[in-house]
């Protein structure tokens, strides 16, 4: 009990200094938050484009038919984002316009249009296009074409119903508004019934990548890896921080005081630690809020998970830069070290989020080097958590080498540091 007592005053002392400065604390917390947001910011505002129409044309629409058909299929092409519209009364005014070159084209529904296919009779409509606008003539026309199918649907739906009705004898004694009334009625249950299947079909087809990710989620994937890599990023920030502030004090002889006082040593760097991973651990709340709050980035479904990849993290880290300055000879050899080694680990471990996934799931080359580091494995880890929505069991590998290597750096360090 006395030794964790020790090694909490020892940290809390340590938080005041850091504390102080609050320029290296404005970059550890404030600049991954600016650069994930930006980045993140930038691949939303770039799907939205990407997903609304890119393409507006103008084109001309008249209507010559006043039945329920005409009307129904004027409505649903003037819903239509990639089209602009313009309600015109005569044919040779809409033509004049495509002539022009003012419009992309016209679209004519003829008088009996509703009338023919209440008969069950072939109809037409007629696409009028500009020669010097191919494209968008082609476009036009294709559009129409999904529009006239889904007419053309109903169409023989209701006389599906009627020749049935006729045959069957069942409505030989209703008048015509009867008649007219129940095909109507049963039109209205079928068609319902396939709009329902429509939305909600017996089969669907999922669209997914090598990785077996549903395309529609790729860039929540993508935000998730954006905010991991930052976070795992700046977390490894605090390695040239410990390395600095544990040679500066062995510098101005502070260390060697606080060793000679009647607290073990271990108690000393303990508490020295501790308080660099509170740093991480503050960042990491940071970034994942903004994430969840801002863009919508699922936290998982264990925040035990999330906690541990944090705390673990945090902890490579900090054992990093007691290793750094175990082997540094002055504190500004060690800051410089630690931030270097930061920086390249970072890049190499792709904590760096520059492409489309992390460099742990590329495969390859680049893949086994990036495990080399402990980045990779962070970044992975949470990875797990946050894009793949696994548990705390999932995430054990990663945990178990982040620690073997938290381990590795304190027993070299240990053995190698001096406080004189």
Known sequence: ???????????????????????????????????????????????????????????????????????????????????????????????????????????????????????????????????????????????????????????????????????????????????????????????????????????????????????????????????????????????????ESILQEREVGTLRRLVAAPISSGSVIGGKLMAYMAIPCVQAVLLFGIAGLFFDVPLGNSPLALVVMTLVTAMVAVAMGLLIASFAKSANQASSAGMASAFILAIVGGAVPIGGQAFSRMGGFISILARLTPQAHAVEGFLKVLADGEGFLSILPEVGILLGITAAFLLIAVRRFRYD
């Open 1 to 243: 009990m006395k030794t964790l007592s020790t090694i909490l005053t020892v940290a809390w002392k340590e938080l005041q200094v850091i504390s102080k400065d609050r320029g290296n604390l404005a970059i550890m917390l404030l600049l991954p938050l600016l650069l994930s947001s930006i980045q993140s910011a930038a691949n939303v505002t770039m799907n939205a484009e990407e997903g609304e129409a890119a393409i507006l044309l103008h084109v001309a629409l008249v209507n010559e038919d006043d039945g329920d058909f005409g009307r129904e299929v004027v409505k649903a092409i003037k819903t239509i984002d990639e089209l602009d519209v313009q309600t015109y009364g005569t044919l040779p005014e809409a033509e004049a316009l495509v002539a022009q070159g003012d419009l992309a084209a016209a679209i004519h529904f003829p008088e009996d249009f509703s009338e023919d296919i209440n008969a069950h009779e072939q109809t037409t409509v007629d696409v009028i296009i500009d020669p010097a606008q191919p494209e968008s003539a082609s476009i036009v026309t294709g559009i129409m074409n999904q529009v006239v199918d889904e007419v053309t649907i109903w169409g023989e739906v209701q006389y599906g119903i009627r020749t049935v009705f006729n045959a069957s004898g069942l409505l030989d004694g209703a008048s015509a508004e009867e008649r007219r009334g129940i095909e109507a009625m049963n039109l209205g249950v079928i068609m319902t019934r396939l709009g329902e299947m429509r939305t909600d079909p017996l089969i669907s087809v999922v669209s997914e990548d090598l990785e077996g990710v549903e395309s529609e989620s790729w860039l929540v994937a993508f935000l998730a890896y954006i905010f991991s890599g930052y976070a795992v990023m700046f977390i490894f920030f605090v390695v040239p921080l410990a390395a």
